[in-house]
């Protein structure tokens, strides 16, 4: 080892799913959406004043604040906008968790959660989920540094009641409880509308999934101002222009066509509802998704094998080498051709 190792900060690194670009390929291993973005998105891009590119992007992101805090009918403190919702995350992370106590999240959970509190020397514990891969809740009513989950969890999909979320969020009110909520637009209630009650709570959700613009990185938290005002103080100690213009005027043009997003989010859904029934009859078995996957197994197929098996077919799910889960897949609910094209060969395999 050099002299200058021993100073170097070692981690594990998180592991993203993979970016194939081939012709003809079908895509379902990142939970991105099947559809393109909204039309006024695409009217926003083509009417970017590409000369403010030489100056930099508002630093308070006022446009997508003030757009998000129209649409949720919130006044804008209560919004702090990032680089996707990891960059939001990972500063929630830096900005609340610093007791000497451990935070706790899910054994099953978000892997990037470990990541970061390794990163920033967060200490951590991770209770299992149930054997239905369910959170219980009673494991999060100890003494704690901080809570994070997502609901829809991932990878499992499994969407936890409002009231239960409610009741983890009132036991911590000497902490600071974080709701990733990624997936929560194709599944029930946000814990957003719980916002106003809890001065603990931070919601977060991102524009990846539901609003198809995962390549423009866009995430959010919503909480009360106090919490907002800690993030923000946070940031501009770090990079004061996270966001760049582009996203700013798309994102905010995202959110103002809410037909489009509607209209998506129900596909996706119904796609979801029938895959889970042709899955079943093929004899595999998951968890409920309440999301835009579908976390499944099989007993006959080995998930390691079939995964290598659909992806010399270039159909890209996605596979855990991790304890508890390392016999399943995450398979993202694409359009109708698309999981039409992975049942067709899965039907193949089963004859």
Known sequence: MKAWEANVRKVIPYTPGEQPNRPGMIKLNTNENPYPPAPGVLKALEELDTDRLRLYPDPAASELVNALAEYYRKDPSCFFVGVGSDDVIA????????????????????????????????????????????IVKEDYFKENGGI?????????GIYMELDQVEEIIAKNQDSIVIVDEAYVDFAGPSALELVDRYENLLVVQTFSKSRSLAGMRIGFAVGQPQLIKYLNDVKYSFNSYTMNLPSLKLGAAAV???????????????????????????????????????????????????????????????????????????????????????????KKKGN
């Open 256 to 346: 103002k066509d809410e037909a489009y997003f509607r209209e998506t989010v129900g596909k996706i859904v119904s796609t979801r509802e029938r895959v889970k029934k042709e899955l079943s009859k093929l004899g595999f078995a998951f968890p409920d998704s309440q999301s835009n996957f579908i976390f499944a197994t099989h007993k006959e197929w080995p998930a390691k094998e079939l995964f290598e098996e659909l992806k010399k077919e270039d159909i890209y799910v996605r596979y855990f080498a991790s304890p508890r889960i390392d016999n399943y897949l995450r398979i993202t609910v694409g359009t109708d051709e698309e999981m039409d094209a992975l049942l067709a060969f899965l």
């Open 148 to 156: 994070i989950f997502p609901n829809p969890n991932a990878p499992t």
């Open 91 to 134: 500063m929630a992370f830096q900005t609340f968790f610093n007791s000497e106590k451990p935070i706790l999240f899910p054994d099953i959970s978000y892997s990037f959660y470990s990541v970061w509190a390794d990163l920033f020397g967060i200490r951590y514990r991770r209770p299992a989920l149930d054997e239905d891969f369910r």
